[in-house]
Every structure is written in C-alpha cells, then in structure tokens.
C-alpha cells in the first residue's frame, strides 16, 4: 500500500513538470510583450534592451524555460510586475480564502449528494426519488455563479443572515460554498444514484440479505462501499474543478481569494502573478486526482497494489 | 426424527411485467423432515430458484408476487411473518448457497468480515469472539490456512474456494435448513465433486434439512432424499429419489434421465433429447403443460390439466399414468 501511494506521488512528477512546459509556453508564446508593459511606451531602444535583458526575455525559449523551472524548484514563482512583490507571497494570502471556499463546497457536496443518491436509489420511483432527481436537473441547469447571485439576493440583501460584500470572515464564506455545494450536488447525487442502483441489483448484496443483516447494513454497509468507488474518482475530479471554478464567485461576492487575483492580474497584464495563480490552481487539480486515486486503493481491494 | 421442518402448500407465484402476468410457479407443493434432503430439477425458467427465493422471502416484489398458498416453517407461515421476524430467520434458521460464487461475495470486504457479520448479528458475538468462530467455519469446509483466508478478499480466492466460504456463511448459525441453488453449476466437474462431498458430510454433521436444486438429475440423485421435477412453474413427479429415477412414470422425467449421456453408450446411438423448449409459462392456458413437447400426447392431455395424483408412493401428474 505504501508502495503504491509512493508510487503514484513519483508518477505525479513528469505531469508537474509537463504542466509547468504548458503554463510557461502559454505565457511566451501570448500576444502582448511584457517588456513595454514593464517600460511603459515611448522609451528608447537602449532602455528597452536594457529591460529585456534584466528579465532574461532576450534569451531563447528553452533557456528561459529552464530558468523559470529552477526557480520554481525553489519556491521563486517571480515577482509581480505591477505590486513588485514575490508572486509566492501573494499567492499564500490568497490560496487559504479559496481553500476554505473549496472545501466547504466539497462537503457540502458530499453530505446532500451522498444521502440524496442513495435514499433515491433504496426508493426508486417514489415520490422522493421523483422529487430528487428533478431537483438535481435544475441543480445542473443552474450555472453556479447565478445561484450564487440568488443566495447572496436572498439570504444577504433581504434577509440580511450575511454579510453582502467580503469582510474576511468565515460567515461571508458560506454563502459561496453553498453555492458550489448546491451545483455540484445535483450532478454528483445522480451519479451516486445511478451507481446505487448498479450495485443493488448484485448478487452479493442478496447474499448480504440472506445472511439476515439489517437492511440499513446491507444498503450502507455492502452497497454504499461498492457505489462509492466509481465517485472516489468523479469527486476528484470535481475537487480540482471546484477550486478553478471558484473564479466567478469570487467576484460576486468579492472575495479576496486566488480567483480573484488571477482575474485582476489578467485585466492588468501582470503576467507572473497570473502564471503563478494558474501553476497553483493546474497543481491542486493534479493533487486531487492522486489523492482519488489513493483513495480508490484504499475502498477497492481489488486495485492492484505496487 | 419425522419432525416436519418446511411444508409449502399450493404456492403461487406471479411475475407482473408490463400488462402480463406470467404465472412462474403454480400450485407447487412439497414437505422436508428434519435432516431430510429434497431435490428439485427442471430446465432453467421452471420455476426452482423463484421457489427457493421465495421461501427466503428475497424475491423483488413487484414484479414478482405472490398468488397465493402458504409456505410453513416449523408450522408458521413464513409469508405472514413481518420483514423483521423474516430478517431475524434468515441466516439463522434458514441460509442460502447461491449458484455464483464468483459473484455472490462482496468485492470489498475480507471473508473475515463477511463471515463473522453473520454472529455479530445472529449470536451477538463481539467482533473478535466472532472471527475465530469464523476460522473455524473456514477450516470446517477444508480451506487451507483459515486465519490467513479471513484477511483475504474474494478476488483472491478460487471459485471453488469462494463456493466453501459460502458454504461457512450459510452454516455458520447451524440453521435448520439451507437452500443450495445450482451451487456446483458454476464450478468444474472434479471442484464439483469435492463441494457435493463437502456438503454431504456436513449436512450430516449438523443434521440441517437440505433443500438442492439443480437441472442435473445425476448429481441430485447423489445428493438427495426425495425429488420433485418441476415442469413450467408445476411439480411433474414428486417421489423418493430411487423410485423417481428407477421407475420414472412422467414422461418429462423419462426424457430427462435419456437424455443423461452413458459412458457405455454405443458411438452410432444418437443421444436422445426432449424435443422443443420450454414454452412461457403464460402460453399454455389449458390442457397438460407439457403438450407441446410430449410423444405421448392424448385428446384429453390437450384440453384439461392432469392433476397431480398419487401413484405408487409417489405423486405423478400425467393423464397416460392413470
């Protein structure tokens, strides 16, 4: 087991390296010269040069590729053209806001989507299961950031229960998580539905039955285990995509968080930051799939370990 | 030792698919003794397993239902008893050995915890207690290195070892009765022979009435005390094993056992089969079931149903036979 989690950390070094080449080629080969962004217009050809040279950028691609890498070994993500501060820096007051966003989207996610598919499931073609699966649709036709222009109209504006704009409290968080919780819980609970009734249907869940278990123990016990390993994966792949996704809420309910300041700095041309935000966000996405992996090991024994 | 553990009166179960209701199994009857081993054969669709899943109570109801009759065990009538008695009698009194073992365990969980579950549940037997029975259980039907095969999951074993854990889950509480559907069906002939020994023997043992079913007549005439054939959802003959196979009366059974290859049998003899199949147990709404198929068809097998009668010691249902 070891062995195998080891194994898949190893793995998820050649696709780092990979995502760095994309985000670094993105950034070089963009239209827009950060030269004059840095000089301003009408500067001399001397100057300019100058310029070019103290960021390296008259050097070729691949030396400045293996420039940029060496640095971001080392933690260095550059400095931020417009505020002049370590990128990394920036980024660490930032991440935690999205972080927290993210994660209480996921279990919120999880806690609806969970229960909802299952019961869905047990009860298929009642008045439940009709109710539910027709709330998860609107759930996946509702984009997230108009649900999140909902809650904050509702639950901020009329009802006042939060506050309406950031003030870096934990309470203004909750509104957005519930926004992403929601969206991802109506797509999630008919996977977990789907998945349910696949694993209902199996022999070893009769077997379960015919050895005399509770049907609370059959249903959570012997079926839930083996529905939850096709979404182990599906809610990795959400986890990174909640995090990117947060971009949009962020503004709505201004949140200082590292959506935000990917968006502010892409308005303002401020290139490293938005290389670095997007290095980090590419990064979370690829941990939350090795992390699901991990975790499909760990529920299916059947995964071959090593 | 004539104590009458399971006695099934004229059941009736309907299958209700779309606007049709097909009738799987109708009128079936049978009683087991105490430590008694009835057999029951027919071609697949017959109606064994929807009879065996009924006395389980497992059936998926809708779509299937039952129509009517009784099923009594120890006297009392399990189609009565609410889900919790019935979830209560499952396992301990009554357990079932089902036809796949390699997909009948759980994927995700060791044979230690699908076997002690059973006395956590049953016997109340706190978690560690109950795994060392479960060893026992494991080493009760001859698998090599039990402590070693609890932390082991089902993928890991063979089908026919799989076969024995489920063999220990369903023994596990000594029940009065297990019901084995098809449980070598699955298996090779020598893993076969091996899980048949196996079941004997422990049959013995714990003195458990067996119910067996299976479309080999051979291996039930092996294995069991009396027989019941069963035709299209009916029982055809109903007897003691030696008399239903030595002086088969109903000429389905007749087919049946010719159609058993002899290993002495000339090469140039053409093996003879029973012609057609088995008709939807809807399509034939008067007149003997097996019409369609029989060569000794009469006027009468075509507009009314035999009954099922007694004839010599056992019960037969064919007009030819009266």
Redesign the interface.
Known sequence: MLKYIAKRIILMIPVLILMTLIVFAIFYFAPGDPVSRIAGPNVTQEVYESIQRKYGLDQPFIVQYHRFIRSVAEGDLGISILQHRPVIEMIKERLPVTLQIGLLGFVITFVIAVPAGVIAAVKKNTAFDYLCMSGTLLGIAIPTFWLGMLLLYVFAYKLRWFPISGDGSLRQLILPGFAIGLTNAAITARMVRSSMLDVLK???V??????????K?VVYR?AL??AL?PIITLMGLRLGWILGGSVALEIIFSIPGLGRLMVDSILSRDFPVVQGAMMVLTSSIILANVLADILYAV????IKYG | MNEVILEVNNLGIDFCIEDRVIPAVDGVGFSLLKGETLGIVGESGCGKSVTALSI?R?LQMPPARISKGEILFKGENLLRKS?EEM??????DI??I?Q?PM????????IGQQIS??FM??QDLPKKEALSRSAEMLRMVRIPMPEKALKQ?P?QLSGGMRQRV?IA?ALACQPELVIADEPTTALDVTVEAQILDLIHELKDRINTAVIFISHDLGIVAEVADRVAVMYSGRIVEYGAVCTVFNEPKHPYTKGLLDAIPDIGMSRNKRLREIRGVVPYPDEIKNGCRFKTRCDYVRNKCISKEPPLLQLGTGLVRCWNCL
């Open positions: 199996q022999d070893y009769r077997t379960a039955r015919s050895k005399g278990l509770y049907e123990a012997h285990k083996n390993i529920v299916d024994p059947r | 389980m497992l889900d979830r209560r009698i499952r396992g301990r357990s079932m089902f796949e997909t009948s365990l759980n994927p995700v969980f060791t579950e059973i549940q049953h999951y993928h489920m889950m």
